[in-house]
Structure formats: C-alpha cells, structure tokens
C-alpha cells in the first residue's frame, strides 16, 4: 500500500499532537493537578488545534491530490514520448550491437581458428619428439637389452668353460689313477725282479760257497780273497745288466706314454695361466691431473656407473698419480673403453649423454681397426682371397691371448711355418699357410658361441666356404696322427714351434731365473756331477759328471735320476730335457 503526502503529513501532526499530549501529561504529573482549571483549558485549546490541524490537513490534501493527479498527468505524457525515443534508440542500438556482434563473432572465430591451428601445430611437434625420444628410449632399451643377451650369453659360455674344466679335471684324475695303476703294476713287477734277484743272490751263494772251495783247492787262495775278488766281478755285471734293462724300459715306455705326456704337457702348462690372465685383466689410461678424477665419477657417481653401464668394464679410481685402471677379462670391451675414456679425457665434456655418444662411436671405430688388423695379418701372411667375414673374424685374434702369447702374432707365425714346410716337401704353399693362419679360426669367438674352438673353427670355415684342407688342419692341428692330410701334420707341428720357442709363452723374469736356479741346484745335488748348466729357457740341463766316479752305465741312470727329482719337486710348461755328459780324455806330450 503506498504512502501518500497527506498520509506523511497527518502522521507528521499526529506524532507532534502525541509529543504534546505526553509532555502536558507529564507536566500534569508533576503539578498533580494543582490547577484542574488550566487543564481543561489546555484540552480545549489541543481539540481546537486538532480540529485546526484536521482541516488543513485536509485542504493539503486536497491540493496535493489535485496537484499529483496534474503531475500524473504530465509525467504519463512524457513517458510516453521517452517509451517512444527509447524503443526507436533500443532498436537502433539492437542493430549496431548484432552488427558488433557479428564483426566480434567473426574475427573470435578466425583468432580461434588461428590459435587451434597455431596449438594443433605445436601438439603435432610436441608429439613428434615425443615420437623420436620414444623410438630413441626404445632403441637404447633393445641395445640395452641386446647387452644384458650378450653378457648373459658370456655368463652362459663361461659356466659351460668351467664345467668342461670340471670334466677335464675328473678326466685328468682318472688318467693319474690309471698312471698310479701302471705304477703299482710296474712295482709289483720289480718287487718279482727283486725276488728273483734274491733266489740268485742265493744261488750264487751256493754257487759262490762251491767256487770258494775249488779256488781255495786249485788257486790256493784265501776265502776272503775269493769272495772280494767275485763280489767285485758280480757288482759290475749287475751294474751293466742293470744299466742296459732300465735303458730298455725307458724307451718302452717312453713309446707307451707319448699321447698320454702330451695331454699332461699340456694340462701342466694350464696351471700358470691363472697369472698371465690377471696381468692382461687391467688396462692403464692416463689422465692429465687428479682433479679429472672427479669429473670422471661424475655428482653422485652418475658418469661412472653410465660408463660402467655401457662398456661393461669395471672402471677402477684409486691414489695413482694422474692414472685410472679399466679392468675387464674381456680385452675388446676394454679396448672399447680405453678408446672411449681418452675421447672424453681429451673433450673435456663428461655427462652421461655424451659419454653414450662416445662409447657407441668408440663400438664403430672397434670394428673398422679389427677389419684392418685382420687384412694386415692376411696380407703378412701371404694369404689371398679371404671372404669380408673371415678378415672379421681373424683381426677378432688381435684382442685374443693363450697363454700370454698374442693369438693374431702366433697365427702369423704357423701360417710363415706351414707354407715354409710345405714348399719343402713339394706340397702347395699357399694352401699350406691358408691352413696355418687359419688354425686357431675358432678362438675369435669361443667365448660367445658353446663348444671348443676347433669345433667353432669346423663350423665358420665350411660356412664361408673353405677347402677341406684348411678344415682338415683345423680339426687335427691338436692330433695330427688322426689327420686326413699332411697340411693337419704340418699345422700340428708349426704350432708346437710356435708356442714352444723361448719366449713365446709369458713368464715372470723372477719365475724364470727362479726355475734356471733350482734346475741346476737339483742336478748338482747328486754325487759326482761336476756342473750343471739350464739351456734352452730352461727347456734343457746338461749335467757334466766327473768320469772317475760315474760309468757309462751309471749316466744313464743319474739321467733318470734327475728327471724324477725335477718332475717332484718342480712345476714348468712342457717338459724337461736331462742330457749327462761324460767325457774321458787321454792327454800324453810328444818330447
């Protein structure tokens, strides 16, 4: 309900008349009706105003009603006129604004189009890289992967080595049981010769008791005089017969154990591979000064373990002075290694992105030196028209050591040995040294592939195609007696020359003068040697004996004396050569 001016002002007079009827009250309170005259006076006086009051009240009512319904008027007129202006300026304005509204609508959406277009662009690129990171992740994961195959596979190989050690060991002891079986055998043998010896020590007894009494009866000689004289005559002919039977069952025998002493040569020779293989284990790489170190290992050791990681090699950092140590039984990965670190000492830049760069670059070049040490060999060794595979295969010898002895060296060497002997005996020389510097074909890869390396050797050169010459040396170079031709006997033998040449196979200098000492001091441990010297890198002593003391026959077995001492209280490679020299001479001056 809305409030009209007349309604304001009648509430206006009605609230002061309440003010004023309060404060006559009050006052009326106080006096407490001192004067009942002057009060009714006043209520007159209030109805009359109020009366009063009622009227103008009503006239400004009327006047502000007449004078509202003026304004009313007037004010619909204008509003009208203003709904008019308003509607044409709204229409107007509804025009322009849905003309700006289209312009906006345009242009957001060609800013839109351009902004998807520009976002589309830059997903596309994003996932592009993120393509090429994925593949290049990927790659990496399957090298990775292809590693830990590899290292898995070595794993495999070098357990399947140890159990053929194992069996070759088992074999080994049953072939010294069966030594010690001959042994027994041949002791039983002399415990009946020296019982025989005996049942004739006592025939000759009695038969010494019946000369005793027929020389003392025809000679006239004392007793103990005959037997003097019949033990002197007795002691050199056992000695003679003695001296000449073990003669003859040295050399029965040496024609009963000679494959036998061959696979023992040979296994004795394994025995000090152990220290040759931990002296070819470490590779030194100079570093400019300490302070390398650090980079090397990298914030937290991130460098080192990428490094280690990616060559597989164990990358010692110690108190050596401006040196690091890689450590590996693998002498290609290590080579790798070696490459890689001096790239990096020399670049300066070592973080384990580039250090991936490097290694994956030193691989690369591995395999182009390996291709050139094969051909160089090839060609030094006289050997035409070998597949691309095959000089792979043969530089892979260049990182490939038996028993300290270079193995791409040494099939140089058989190959000059082989076609030398082939063209004396009439047969093709360079079939000859195609069969001597392929020998050992097999070694290249017998630590990743199961089998022994002639078996490998077989296999890789049928499949590129090879005579069967070359295959036949290959397969019989250890056993030529079971070879098909003569280049098997000839590869047999340039191989021994070869590796037994002084010199060829590692060795400490200590080791060796130690073993050239204790040679001669066995041999001059026994009576009557003069001197004794170790030729031939120990391969040989010659003893000089004083010829007063020992016979002939006795050489012999001072011989074999010495032999079995060495054979107890040393350990060598291959075998010993004990040579006794007596010599007598007769000197007389012509006056």
């Known amino acids: 309900m809305a409030f009209t001016p007349l309604d304001l002002i009648l509430t206006l007079i009605v609230i002061v008349l309440a003010v004023m009827v309060v404060l006559l009250l009050q006052r ?33 009512l009327e006047q502000a009603q007449a004078q509202a319904k003026t304004q009313l008027e007037t004010a619909r007129a ?74 898995l596979q070595a794993s495999r190989a070098e357990r399947e080595e140890l159990k053929r050690e194992t069996e070759r060991l088992a074999r080994r002891g049953e072939q010294l049981d069966a030594r010690a079986a001959k042994l027994d055998e041949q002791e039983e043998k002399l415990d009946t ?58 050399e029965r025998i040496r024609l009963e154990v000679k494959r036998e002493a061959q696979k023992l040569l040979a296994q004795a020779a394994q025995r ?17 000064s300490d302070a390398m170190k650090g980079r090397i290992i990298g914030r937290e050791g991130r460098n080192i373990r990428t490094f280690e990681a990616l060559t597989g090699v164990d990358l010692i950092i110690d108190d050596t002075p401006e ?48 291709y050139e040490r094969g051909e160089e060999a090839a060609l030094e ?10 000089v792979q295969l043969l530089g892979r ?33 360079a079939l000859g040294r195609r069969a001597g510097l392929l020998h050992d074909l097999g070694k290249s890869v017998d630590r990743e592939i199961e089998g022994t390396h002639v078996e490998i050797g077989i296999t890789l050169a049928s499949r590129f195609g090879e005579p069967k010459e070359v295959i036949d040396a290959i397969a019989h170079h250890h056993d030529p007696e079971n070879g098909e031709t003569l280049y098997s006997v000839l590869a047999a033998a340039a191989d021994a020359i070869s590796a037994a040449r002084p010199g060829a196979r590692r060795e400490s200098l200590e080791e060796y003068i130690q073993r050239l000492e204790q040679l001669e001091r066995i041999a001059l ?67």
């Open 397 to 429: 010898l260049h990182f490939r050591s038996s028993y300290g002895q270079n193995v791409l060296k040494h099939s140089v060497q058989v190959a000059h040995l082989t076609g030398i002997m082939a063209a004396e005996l009439g047969l093709d020389a």
């Open 78 to 151: 204008e509003a009208q006129s203003l709904r008019q202006s308003a509607q044409t300026e709204v229409q107007n304005l509804r025009q322009s604004a849905q003309a700006e509204l289209e312009r906006f609508r345009l242009q957001g959406e060609e800013r839109l189009r351009q902004q998807l277009r520009e976002e589309r662009e830059r997903l596309q690129a994003s996932l592009q890289a993120e393509r090429e990171a994925l593949t290049s992740e990927r790659t990496s994961i399957q090298a990775e992967r292809e590693r830990l195959q590899a290292d």
């Open 193 to 250: 010769f020296e019982k025989a010896l005996y049942a004739r020590e006592a025939e000759l007894g009695q038969r010494e008791k019946q000369i005793d009494l027929k020389l003392q009866e025809v000679a006239g000689m004392s007793r103990e005089e005959a037997r003097s004289l019949l033990l002197n005559r007795l002691e050199a002919e056992l000695e003679e017969e003695r001296a000449l039977r073990v003669k003859a069952n040295l």
């Open 28 to 60: 009326s309170n106080r006096q407490t009706e001192v004067n009942k005259s002057e009060l009714e006076a006043a209520r007159r006086e209030a109805q009359q105003t109020l009366e009063a009051a009622r009227r103008q009240a009503q006239t400004a």
């Open 525 to 591: 441990s026994f009576p009557g040697v003069d001197n004794a010297f170790a030729v031939q890198a120990g391969r040989e002593v010659r003893v000089i004996v004083k010829p007063d003391r020992i016979s002939d026959a006795k050489a012999t077995l001072l011989a074999r004396e010495i032999a079995g001492r060495i054979e107890r209280d040393m350990n060598y490679p291959g075998q010993v050569q004990v040579t006794v020299v007596r010599e007598s001479r007769a000197v007389e001056y012509a006056k």
């Open 323 to 370: 040196a690091v140590l890689l450590s590996s039984f693998n002498p290609m990965r290590r080579e790798i290694a070696k490459m890689a670190l001096e790239q990096l000492v020399a670049d300066g830049r070592i973080h384990p992105s580039r250090i991936e760069e490097v290694v994956e670059k030193a691989k690369n070049e591995m395999k182009t030196f390996i």
């Open 381 to 390: 060794a006289g050997v035409v028209g070998l597949k691309p595979g095959l």
């Open 272 to 288: 000090q591979a152990s220290e040759t293989a931990a002296a070819l284990a470490v590779s030194v790489v100079p570093i400019p």
